[in-house]
């Protein structure tokens, strides 16, 4: 069973530059997440996504950053203008439970590592 | 009071010892928790996950959770350096079922 890919696994910008994450989840897993993970802290949850709808987004500091999963599959996580303190790790997960629930297991992808500059 | 906290360590052991690491979390409502490790420059993996009170044994790992005192721990018996990894405790929020993660306590077996 293929797990779940991101890409780029590295990118370097400027601050005030634009990056685009992406992420195709495990199939058949109606629930996605992207996590930011500082270095030295635990990941913090961005967005969860249950199929194409949002299901949380309270952390997410929308007047910079923006997240999509028009088809209910693969998704894209965008930063507009980055500033220093976006540098981290974005890791996109998935899982096969439904909102509402225990959230069960989180199959993580391997991360976009950003750095600005 | 932070959601989740861990000593951030490092924890460090010798080869063959018991590493026990610790968890405690604020929301009294909590009914499932999640140990995740994390191998410097990968991604978090599940090891361990505890829904009830008392023990619960997977090899040489054995999750510990208290929820009169809120704690959390995970013991691994017979460390290997293979083991040397940042451990995560996770909590879902009862208000909105995300998973919270706490700091990570990093953890270093020497052979």
């Known amino acids: 069973e293929a797990g779940v890919a991101q890409s780029p696994r590295y990118k370097i910008i400027e601050k005030r530059q634009s990056v685009a994450f992406w992420c195709n989840p495990i199939?058949?897993?109606?629930?996605l997440y992207w996590y930011q993970q500082i270095l030295g802290q635990g990941p913090k949850l961005l967005i969860q996504f249950q199929n194409n709808g949002v299901v949380d987004d309270s952390q997410l500091p929308k007047d910079r950053f923006s997240a999509e999963r028009l088809k209910g599959v693969d998704s894209t996580l965008k930063i507009q203008p980055a500033k220093l303190e976006d540098s981290a790790v974005y890791l996109c997960?998935?899982?096969?439970?439904?909102?509402?629930?225990?959230?069960?297991?989180?199959?993580f992808g391997e991360g976009s590592r950003l750095t600005v500059l | 009071q932070k959601e989740v906290e861990q000593n951030s360590g490092p924890l460090s052991v010798p080869e063959g010892a018991i590493a026990s690491l610790n968890c405690t979390y604020s929301?009294?409502?909590?009914?499932?928790f999640f140990w995740y490790r994390q191998y410097s420059g990968k991604s978090p993996e599940l090891i361990m996950s505890i829904y009830s009170n008392g023990d619960k044994e997977d090899g040489r790992f054995t999750a510990q959770l208290n929820k009169a005192s809120q704690y959390v721990s995970l013991l691994i018996r017979d460390s290997q350096p293979s083991d040397s990894a940042t451990y995560l405790c996770?909590?879902?929020?009862?208000?909105?079922?995300?998973?919270?993660f706490g700091q990570g306590t990093t953890l270093q077996v020497k052979p």
């Open positions: 199939s058949g897993h109606a629930t």
């Open positions: 997960a998935s899982s096969s439970h439904l909102a509402g629930g225990p959230p069960g297991e989180l199959f």
């Open positions: 996770a909590v879902p929020s009862s208000n909105t079922g995300k998973l919270i």
């Open positions: 929301d009294r409502v909590s009914q499932s």
